[in-house]
T-cell receptor, first 114, second 110 residues
Framework: NAGVTQTPKFQVLKTGQSMTLQCAQD?????MYWYRQDPGMGLRLIYY???????DKGEVPNGYNVSRLNKREFSLRLESAAPSQTSVYFC?????????????FGSGTQLSVL | GIQVEQSPPDLILQEGANSTLRCNFS?????LQWFHQNPWGQLINLFY???GTKQNGRLSATTVATERYSLLYISSSQTTDSGVYFC????????????FGSGTRLQVQP
Protein backbone atom coordinates (compact mmCIF):
# COMPACT_ATOMS: atom_id res chain seq x y z
CA ASN A 1 0.00 0.00 0.00
CA ALA A 2 1.86 3.07 -1.27
CA GLY A 3 -0.51 5.73 0.12
CA VAL A 4 0.03 9.11 -1.57
CA THR A 5 2.77 9.26 -4.16
CA GLN A 6 4.17 12.54 -5.50
CA THR A 7 6.55 13.09 -8.35
CA PRO A 8 9.05 14.58 -8.82
CA LYS A 9 10.74 14.98 -5.42
CA PHE A 10 12.91 17.86 -6.58
CA GLN A 11 12.67 20.28 -9.49
CA VAL A 12 14.50 23.41 -10.59
CA LEU A 13 12.81 25.68 -13.13
CA LYS A 14 13.68 28.92 -14.80
CA THR A 15 11.23 31.79 -14.62
CA GLY A 16 8.54 31.33 -17.25
CA GLN A 17 8.91 27.58 -17.62
CA SER A 18 5.97 25.28 -17.05
CA MET A 19 5.68 21.98 -15.26
CA THR A 20 3.16 19.57 -13.78
CA LEU A 21 3.41 18.03 -10.34
CA GLN A 22 1.86 14.58 -10.21
CA CYS A 23 0.01 13.05 -7.29
CA ALA A 24 -1.69 9.69 -6.99
CA GLN A 25 -3.36 7.89 -4.08
CA ASP A 26 -4.35 4.25 -3.86
CA UNK A 27 -6.68 4.47 -0.86
CA UNK A 28 -9.89 5.15 -2.82
CA UNK A 29 -10.35 8.57 -1.18
CA UNK A 30 -12.64 11.12 -2.73
CA UNK A 31 -11.07 14.29 -1.33
CA MET A 32 -7.63 15.43 -2.39
CA TYR A 33 -5.65 18.60 -1.71
CA TRP A 34 -2.63 20.54 -2.86
CA TYR A 35 -0.79 22.58 -0.21
CA ARG A 36 2.38 24.66 -0.35
CA GLN A 37 4.80 25.15 2.52
CA ASP A 38 7.12 28.15 2.65
CA PRO A 39 10.08 28.38 5.07
CA GLY A 40 9.04 28.91 8.67
CA MET A 41 5.37 28.70 7.82
CA GLY A 42 2.56 26.25 7.96
CA LEU A 43 0.88 24.79 4.91
CA ARG A 44 -1.47 26.86 2.77
CA LEU A 45 -4.18 25.36 0.60
CA ILE A 46 -3.79 25.88 -3.15
CA TYR A 47 -6.62 23.73 -4.54
CA TYR A 48 -9.05 21.10 -3.37
CA UNK A 49 -10.90 18.35 -5.21
CA UNK A 50 -13.99 16.67 -3.76
CA UNK A 51 -14.21 14.02 -6.45
CA UNK A 52 -13.29 13.17 -10.00
CA UNK A 53 -13.92 16.13 -12.28
CA UNK A 54 -14.45 18.72 -9.52
CA UNK A 55 -11.96 21.26 -8.20
CA ASP A 56 -12.18 24.29 -5.94
CA LYS A 57 -9.78 27.15 -5.25
CA GLY A 58 -8.09 27.37 -1.91
CA GLU A 59 -6.28 30.20 -0.16
CA VAL A 60 -3.46 30.75 -2.72
CA PRO A 61 -4.62 29.55 -6.17
CA ASN A 62 -3.10 32.28 -8.38
CA GLY A 63 -0.56 30.97 -10.87
CA TYR A 64 -1.73 27.36 -10.59
CA ASN A 65 -4.14 25.04 -12.36
CA VAL A 66 -5.24 21.58 -11.32
CA SER A 67 -6.74 18.54 -12.94
CA ARG A 68 -8.62 15.62 -11.39
CA LEU A 69 -9.14 13.25 -14.30
CA ASN A 70 -9.90 10.22 -12.16
CA LYS A 71 -10.29 9.26 -8.53
CA ARG A 72 -6.63 8.36 -8.04
CA GLU A 73 -4.81 11.29 -9.59
CA PHE A 74 -4.73 15.01 -8.85
CA SER A 75 -2.13 17.06 -10.71
CA LEU A 76 -0.94 20.62 -10.15
CA ARG A 77 0.32 22.69 -13.07
CA LEU A 78 2.43 25.81 -13.09
CA GLU A 79 1.92 27.42 -16.52
CA SER A 80 4.58 30.14 -16.17
CA ALA A 81 6.70 29.64 -13.08
CA ALA A 82 7.71 32.64 -10.96
CA PRO A 83 10.32 32.89 -8.17
CA SER A 84 7.44 33.43 -5.71
CA GLN A 85 6.39 29.85 -6.41
CA THR A 86 9.58 28.48 -4.93
CA SER A 87 8.23 26.27 -2.18
CA VAL A 88 7.64 22.72 -1.03
CA TYR A 89 4.42 21.29 -2.42
CA PHE A 90 2.40 18.61 -0.66
CA CYS A 91 -0.44 16.57 -2.01
CA UNK A 92 -2.85 14.98 0.44
CA UNK A 93 -5.93 12.80 0.44
CA UNK A 94 -8.56 12.57 3.16
CA UNK A 95 -10.21 9.57 4.68
CA UNK A 96 -13.60 10.08 6.27
CA UNK A 97 -15.02 13.06 8.09
CA UNK A 98 -15.25 13.64 11.79
CA UNK A 99 -13.99 11.21 14.39
CA UNK A 100 -12.27 8.92 11.89
CA UNK A 101 -11.01 11.75 9.71
CA UNK A 102 -7.38 11.57 8.68
CA UNK A 103 -5.21 13.34 6.13
CA UNK A 104 -2.54 11.36 4.33
CA PHE A 105 0.31 13.37 2.84
CA GLY A 106 2.74 12.64 0.06
CA SER A 107 6.44 13.13 0.68
CA GLY A 108 6.51 16.53 -1.00
CA THR A 109 8.06 18.19 -4.04
CA GLN A 110 10.77 20.76 -3.45
CA LEU A 111 10.52 23.31 -6.26
CA SER A 112 12.99 26.10 -6.94
CA VAL A 113 12.25 28.76 -9.55
CA LEU A 114 15.28 30.77 -10.60
CA GLY B 1 -10.04 33.92 8.01
CA ILE B 2 -9.15 31.99 11.12
CA GLN B 3 -5.85 32.90 12.76
CA VAL B 4 -3.76 30.15 14.35
CA GLU B 5 -0.93 30.91 16.73
CA GLN B 6 1.42 28.27 18.10
CA SER B 7 3.82 28.58 20.97
CA PRO B 8 6.63 28.29 21.63
CA PRO B 9 8.10 28.65 18.15
CA ASP B 10 11.19 26.69 19.13
CA LEU B 11 11.85 24.20 21.90
CA ILE B 12 14.98 22.27 22.85
CA LEU B 13 14.66 19.37 25.29
CA GLN B 14 16.84 16.72 26.77
CA GLU B 15 15.72 13.17 26.12
CA GLY B 16 13.27 12.07 28.77
CA ALA B 17 11.83 15.52 29.44
CA ASN B 18 8.16 16.44 29.11
CA SER B 19 6.76 19.33 27.09
CA THR B 20 3.54 21.17 26.33
CA LEU B 21 2.85 22.82 22.99
CA ARG B 22 0.03 25.32 22.68
CA CYS B 23 -2.28 26.29 19.82
CA ASN B 24 -4.58 29.32 20.03
CA PHE B 25 -7.17 29.99 17.37
CA SER B 26 -9.27 33.04 16.68
CA UNK B 27 -12.71 31.61 15.90
CA UNK B 28 -14.94 28.65 16.54
CA UNK B 29 -13.87 25.54 14.68
CA UNK B 30 -15.30 22.09 14.02
CA UNK B 31 -12.01 20.60 12.94
CA LEU B 32 -8.67 20.65 14.76
CA GLN B 33 -5.78 18.39 14.02
CA TRP B 34 -2.19 18.05 15.18
CA PHE B 35 0.55 16.96 12.79
CA HIS B 36 4.20 16.06 13.13
CA GLN B 37 6.65 16.86 10.35
CA ASN B 38 9.80 14.83 10.78
CA PRO B 39 13.26 16.15 9.86
CA TRP B 40 12.90 14.56 6.41
CA GLY B 41 9.73 16.53 5.71
CA GLN B 42 7.15 13.77 6.05
CA LEU B 43 3.84 14.91 7.60
CA ILE B 44 1.96 12.55 9.87
CA ASN B 45 -1.42 12.98 11.55
CA LEU B 46 -1.22 12.79 15.32
CA PHE B 47 -4.73 13.68 16.49
CA TYR B 48 -8.11 14.75 15.26
CA UNK B 49 -9.35 16.65 18.30
CA UNK B 50 -11.88 19.50 17.83
CA UNK B 51 -12.79 19.09 21.51
CA GLY B 52 -11.95 16.92 24.50
CA THR B 53 -8.88 14.86 25.28
CA LYS B 54 -7.15 12.00 23.50
CA GLN B 55 -4.07 9.97 24.23
CA ASN B 56 -1.83 7.89 22.03
CA GLY B 57 1.14 6.42 23.82
CA ARG B 58 3.43 9.20 25.07
CA LEU B 59 1.41 11.85 23.27
CA SER B 60 -1.84 13.36 24.39
CA ALA B 61 -3.89 16.35 23.31
CA THR B 62 -6.58 18.47 24.86
CA THR B 63 -8.79 21.02 23.12
CA VAL B 64 -10.92 23.50 25.04
CA ALA B 65 -13.12 24.70 22.21
CA THR B 66 -14.99 27.30 24.27
CA GLU B 67 -11.68 29.00 25.10
CA ARG B 68 -10.20 28.46 21.63
CA TYR B 69 -7.02 26.63 22.45
CA SER B 70 -5.49 23.21 22.20
CA LEU B 71 -2.52 21.65 23.96
CA LEU B 72 -0.25 18.85 22.83
CA TYR B 73 1.64 17.02 25.55
CA ILE B 74 4.76 15.00 24.87
CA SER B 75 5.99 12.90 27.77
CA SER B 76 9.35 11.18 28.15
CA SER B 77 10.56 12.74 24.91
CA GLN B 78 12.78 10.77 22.55
CA THR B 79 15.10 11.95 19.79
CA THR B 80 12.61 10.59 17.27
CA ASP B 81 10.11 13.20 18.50
CA SER B 82 12.23 15.92 16.89
CA GLY B 83 10.68 17.89 14.06
CA VAL B 84 7.95 20.48 13.66
CA TYR B 85 4.52 20.14 15.25
CA PHE B 86 1.65 21.84 13.47
CA CYS B 87 -1.80 22.64 14.71
CA UNK B 88 -4.39 23.04 11.96
CA UNK B 89 -8.00 24.16 12.29
CA UNK B 90 -11.05 24.46 10.08
CA UNK B 91 -14.73 25.34 10.08
CA UNK B 92 -16.10 24.30 6.71
CA UNK B 93 -18.08 21.09 6.65
CA UNK B 94 -17.63 20.46 2.94
CA UNK B 95 -14.02 20.74 1.93
CA UNK B 96 -12.67 20.18 5.43
CA UNK B 97 -9.86 22.57 4.45
CA UNK B 98 -7.39 23.37 7.22
CA UNK B 99 -5.61 26.55 8.26
CA PHE B 100 -2.20 25.71 9.65
CA GLY B 101 -0.24 27.46 12.34
CA SER B 102 3.43 28.20 11.76
CA GLY B 103 4.46 25.31 13.95
CA THR B 104 6.64 24.54 16.97
CA ARG B 105 10.09 23.28 16.08
CA LEU B 106 11.17 20.68 18.65
CA GLN B 107 14.68 19.41 19.03
CA VAL B 108 15.25 16.54 21.46
CA GLN B 109 18.88 16.07 22.39
CA PRO B 110 20.31 12.75 23.59
Amino acid sequence: NAGVTQTPKFQVLKTGQSMTLQCAQDMNHNSMYWYRQDPGMGLRLIYYSASEGTTDKGEVPNGYNVSRLNKREFSLRLESAAPSQTSVYFCASRRGQGANEKLFFGSGTQLSVL
Amino acid sequence: GIQVEQSPPDLILQEGANSTLRCNFSDSVNNLQWFHQNPWGQLINLFYIPSGTKQNGRLSATTVATERYSLLYISSSQTTDSGVYFCAVGLDTGRRALTFGSGTRLQVQP
